[in-house]
């Protein structure tokens, strides 16, 4: 992905949105617009939902700032173009989302993004989701990955980059930068099977 999101190709408007609006209604899969690219999300299996579950209940015993919280199934779209969007697994933003009619939250209100590998993703997916936080100016993403049994917490993006990227294991705590503070653990995390996670990279 380019540094700039005026230089990334750009849909039709509205024809991939529409799309994937109708895709999801037709097979309860999750759809997002990925730097103008259609991605396709398989239904969570039960480990990708219990990381998720155990993940928030983190958050939440770490104790997020007044005016913030944990949001699941809840999509941020790219500053100014509401067709370039995704869905992070878990998303921190401020609680005046729960009484917003909208379904696309700004990016740029997001405090923290955090994804879950799913046991088929590829390396090139990874980093494309990774760059499209970036460019959207989301200014800490947690990616978090079953299948190796490690994390990787991004930080301060720069022109569609982030600037530090720190890898972790499962069972070492992530330190979240201010203002969220505190330290999520992940010595709880199931790891996926070996024939899960045969064949994602």
Known sequence: MSGSAKDRP???PGYLRGLAERIEDATGLRAQIVGGKLVMSPTPRGKHA???????????TAGLPDGLDAYEVSSIALPDDPEDYVTPDLVVLPTEWEDDDAWLADSQDAALAIEVISASEKARGIRDKADWYAVARVPVLLVIDPRKGGWALHSRPVNGAYQDVRPGKFGEAVRLPAPLAGEITTDDLPMYGAKEATGCD
């Open 10 to 12: 750009r849909p039709r």
């Open 50 to 60: 219990g990381v998720i579950r155990r993940l928030r209940r983190h958050l939440e």
